[in-house]
């Protein structure tokens, strides 16, 4: 009964446990294995060496898809944040209709991008879209057609993905503005400090958790990135804009080449594994000390 | 008020409504359209303003588009989705809660790692866990139904709960579970009595989180869903694709808006107390 | 939701008693025309006293399905029919095995009603596994019947001609061609002037992967006139759908569309009228490039569903279905000797073009659309195509790539 009371919390947790355990760690193991192997439509269990690794990096397309991740990610992670952390500094200054605008920045985080995905096809499309709409307005040279252009075609993914994003990043910074202790900011406006050196001295350094949860909401986010290339450009131009996440999706499921997917799989996970176990590290250390 | 300030105000309020109209223009575009016949859309700019309304689309997205053979609309797998949506959430939720619980406050030699290790999970694609994830459902007796699919979100909701949940409890004094377990209360009875009351802001968003990640959800949909149990998801992407048909876009986006309602409901209803349960557990954790 | 019920009960209560036929059907034809298409076999099924329980996933020509079948078949409950095609059905008879419909198929004679070409299709091992329910042409020129009168262009017969009258458009100030910048898209194109460098050049290069052929000069020729195509596209194609391409032609923003001939439903669902408002003309060069819908028939347990494949099979080759099938669907039917009087014009001369094909070799599968190759390999060969098409790569280097693409995707 002792035993019991003492252990209850490690019962609680065993069932999420043995879940993680099985339901990722095992799933890793058994995509590691199989990307060992030749398989193709379907999962063959025989050892053949690295070949699958060798075929992933003499593969053009695989390179294509590395490439875009790094950039997807980066420009995804650091504009989110950005608009994020202005919007949300403009609407802690008491702007009237707060509610509306915070909801309208909000919502497309509630949308799936099966479900936008045509529309902002049509709004970047050239011919369709916001530069036709422009040139209708008189200006005959305006240009904005990154999405038929194989090197810009990417940051029409970018922005897409941003639009998604950002307001939920706003959000978080928001609650983290709202929280800062308000004495201290009263104290520094009695002493004159002006209202920019008091964002940026007292109270962005304050929410450092805030840019840690952003950071891993949203890298989680890139590194899932898949609805939205599928729905925007299914990769295109040709394949300029294929993520891991797609490369892999094609190989396992468009082309039945299960081996070679799995072996891309690894690969991803291990740029996971790079990015994430460094902040879970962080996040993690201070408290061990308390 | 120096008119300085006035312009800066004027400034601030110029920008956000210019950020507002950005995020906007998709759900403009595909609410025009919704309205539009096809004639129109054929011929006309996708991006203009209707010239005729008709909600003939919206009608026949909900009640009379094929997904299938079955012309039935997306009526029919809107309660699927309830069905698994709803069990699922419910069941995320209070195991990330529990979950939370421990790691913030009964902590045990080895429990960082394991909630590290847990939290690794939330970052794994699910591209990857299709296959192997099929042939357990298959072991388990749940492929192709509801509760099979209720399992598997729940597996993977667990993470982001218990990330949720553990960094609002650590703001919580050690010494006020210390104090009640010097009187005498056990592990639940704490949870119970001082945890779960103050705990409905954390819930709003783990409720607000979990909802959205599986309502939007297509592709365990497609993957562990069988016949009369395809979620909605599923079955708007049945109506908006056709390989080699000819395509209804306005009756597609009247589709794509129904089957996104629940989840701008919950954002538009609850989005406030969302940043509020946001204020009360992100910051100092 | 109230139909699946009772589909279910009604199995549960026909069961072990009098083994009516069931079948769960896998199908990506979910939406407007392909779904009607599909529920005139459901009916029919129904009709013969047998119980339809409908597994419809769409999206990116099949690939939904296949990951759905995929999960299906591990999960060790694979649907009784599955829409499949190509080799893939081979491939899957090699994976997993198929049921044999021979009995069904030496009953009804299929052997005397299919050309070879497609019969070989149907057969794992020498056994018949699947039905086929349609032909689609895929090489195709769609055109603007009003804007090839206004500049008096008659049918390309060589790939010359038709850049020909593709400049004479261009300097009036008409886009040539309309397409769609999807990888798919524009495999079709490649295919087709593939095909116009001759049938054993086709056969050689997209069929057996003969790395002498993929490498050849022949082979360069092809890409230098894709170059030369990419040159008639408009600026906006990135990304685009087929259909919408089509209406560029039925609105006149367009001349030309090579595209299969479910373009055709879009020019009809728009009131058009084949040789009226539009016509069709086989691509430049001698041959017919195929795509063959079919439905596949997986291993299952029970007599009741054993039964239902048997049914299904039947009906599927049956001639009332095919010709209702196709008359809603745009293609011809698989049978030949289903009497077209109710087809339009192009249907009619695909069917002519088909068996006049079959004689002299010129009948082959499109690669393009998963009837010549595995997926892998022909992932490969598109990955090629639509990175040519969309950058400034050299003939030469692509066909450098296309060569190594295809001998890594045979590993």
């Known amino acids: 009964m002792e035993w019991l009371e003492r252990n209850v919390p490690k019962l609680v947790l065993a069932p999420s446990f043995v879940a993680i355990l099985i339901f990722v760690y095992g799933f ?11 398989s193709k439509l379907m999962p063959r269990y025989e050892l053949d060496g690295f070949g699958q690794y060798t075929r992933l990096f003499a593969s053009p397309r695989w390179d294509v898809a590395m490439n875009n991740l790094y950039i997807f990610g980066a420009l995804f992670i650091i504009i989110s944040m950005l608009i994020g952390l202005m919007l949300a500094i403009f609407l802690d200054q008491k702007i009237r209709a707060e509610g509306v605008l915070r909801t309208i920045y909000l919502y497309p985080m509630a949308l799936s991008l099966i479900v936008t995905g045509t529309a902002w096809k049509w709004i970047l499309n050239p011919g369709l879209g916001i530069q036709e709409m422009v040139r209708g307005w008189g200006f005959e040279s305006f240009a904005f057609d990154w999405l038929i252009r194989p090197e810009m075609a990417i940051y029409t993914i970018v922005i897409a993905a941003v639009w998604q994003a950002s307001g939920f990043v706003m959000a978080l910074f928001l609650a983290g503005l709202r929280s800062v202790d308000t004495e201290i900011i009263r104290a520094a406006q009695v002493d004159g400090i002006p209202t920019r050196r008091i964002y940026s001295a007292i109270i962005i350094p304050t929410m450092a958790p805030i840019f840690l949860s952003a950071f891993i909401v949203l890298a989680h986010l890139a590194i899932k990135a898949f609805d939205l290339v599928i729905a925007l450009t299914n990769g295109g131009p040709g394949y300029a804009t294929d993520l891991p996440a797609t490369y892999m999706y094609a190989m396992a499921f468009s082309r039945g080449d299960l081996g070679q997917a799995a072996a891309s799989a690894m690969i991803m996970m291990m740029v996971i594994f790079a990015i994430v176990v460094p902040y879970l590290y962080s996040e993690l250390r201070p408290r061990r000390d308390q | 008020m120096t008119s300085n300030t006035t312009i800066l105000r004027w400034g601030l309020y110029g920008i956000l409504i210019l950020f507002a109209l950005f995020y906007l223009l998709p759900l403009f575009v595909m609410l025009t359209t919704s309205l539009k016949s096809l004639e129109e859309i054929r011929t006309g700019s996708l991006l203009a303003l209707p010239r005729g309304l008709t909600f003939q689309p919206w009608i026949e997205a909900w009640s009379s588009a094929c997904a299938g053979t079955q012309c039935e609309g997306l009526r029919p797998f809107f309660w699927n989705s309830v069905l698994m949506a709803v069990p699922a959430v419910m069941i995320s939720t209070i195991v990330g809660a529990l979950n939370g619980y421990v790691f913030a406050q009964w902590r045990f030699p080895g429990a960082n790692l394991f909630f590290a290790a847990i939290l690794f999970g939330c970052f794994i694609p699910f591209q990857v866990v299709l296959m192997p994830m099929a042939r357990m459902l298959g072991l388990m007796g749940l492929a192709g139904t509801i509760p099979g699919l209720i399992f598997v979100h729940v597996i993977y909701g667990i993470g982001f709960t218990t990330l949720f949940f553990r960094n609002y409890y650590v703001t919580i004094p050690q010494e006020l579970v210390r104090a009640a377990k010097v009187d005498g209360a056990g592990f639940f009875r704490i949870f119970w009595s001082i945890f779960l009351p103050i705990s409905l802001p954390i819930i709003t968003v783990s409720v607000i989180w979990q909802f959205t990640q599986i309502w939007n959800d297509f592709l365990f949909g497609v993957s562990f869903s069988g016949p009369g149990s395809q979620p909605v998801t599923v079955a708007l992407n049945n109506i908006v694709n056709s390989t080699t048909g000819v395509k209804a876009y306005n009756v597609d986006m009247a589709a794509a808006i129904i089957a996104a309602l629940p989840t701008l409901l919950v954002y538009v209803v609850a989005g406030k107390y969302f940043i509020r349960g946001l204020t009360a557990g992100s910051v100092k954790g | 939701m109230k139909s699946v019920l009772a589909a279910s009960t009604a199995m549960m209560l026909a069961g072990p008693v009098m083994a009516e036929p069931t079948a769960e059907v896998l199908h990506w034809w979910t939406s407007g025309g392909e779904a009607k298409s599909v529920a005139v076999l459901q009916d029919q099924f129904k009709a013969e006293g047998g119980t339809w329980t409908d597994m419809p996933v769409a999206g990116g020509g099949g690939d939904a399905a296949m990951t759905a079948l995929r999960a299906r078949v591990l999960a060790g409950n694979a649907p009784t029919a599955v829409q499949l095609k190509g080799p893939a059905i081979q491939e899957w008879y090699e994976e997993t095995g198929l049921a044999d419909i021979g009995s069904v198929a030496e009953e009804n004679g299929w052997a005397d009603v299919l050309p070879a070409q497609l019969a070989e299709h149907m057969k794992c ?24 009168d206004e500049h008096g262009i008659t049918q390309p017969t060589t790939w010359e001609e038709f850049n020909a009258a593709a400049e004479k458009l261009k300097e009036a100030g008409v886009t040539p061609l309309a397409h769609g910048g999807q990888n798919w898209q524009d495999a079709t194109i490649f295919e087709t002037v593939v095909l116009g460098q001759g049938a054993d050049f086709y056969q050689k290069a997209l069929v057996d992967l003969d790395p002498e052929a993929l490498k050849s000069d022949t082979m360069k020729g092809v890409f230098d006139e894709l170059r030369t195509l990419r040159g008639y596209v408009d600026d906006n194609f990135s990304g685009r759908d087929w259909n919408l391409a089509t209406a560029m032609v039925m609105n006149g923003e367009a001349a030309f569309q090579i595209m299969g ?19 069709c003309w086989p691509t430049p060069g001698n041959g017919f490039l195929y795509n063959v819908d079919s439905f596949a028939f997986f291993n299952v347990e029970g007599e009741d569903k054993q039964q239902g494949q048997k049914l299904l099979a039947k009906l599927i080759m049956g001639p009332d279905f095919q010709k209702t099938f196709n ?14 009087d109710e087809f339009d014009d192009c249907a009619k001369q695909s069917n002519q073009d088909m068996s006049a094909d079959a004689e002299d070799g010129s009948l082959l599968p499109s690669y393009a659309h998963g009837m010549a190759l595995r997926g892998a390999q022909a992932g490969a060969i598109t990955d090629v195509v639509t990175n040519f098409f969309n ?5 030469e280097d692509a066909v450098q790539q296309l060569a190594d693409a295809v001998a890594a995707s045979q590993m």
């Open chain 3, 125 to 148: 091992d020498g056994q018949w596994c699947a039905a086929p329910v349609n032909v689609h042409r895929v090489n195709w020129i769609w055109g603007n019947k009003q804007i090839l």
């Open chain 3, 391 to 395: 950058s400034d790569m050299s003939s």
């Open chain 3, 261 to 279: 001939d479910w373009a055709k439903g879009e020019f009809l669902a728009a009131g058009k009228q084949p040789g009226v408002d539009f016509v």
């Open chain 1, 28 to 38: 890793i193991a058994w995509t590691a294995w199989v990307s060992l192997t030749r």
């Open chain 3, 327 to 340: 008359l809603n669907k745009g293609s011809i039917p698989a049978r030949t000797d289903v009497a077209l």
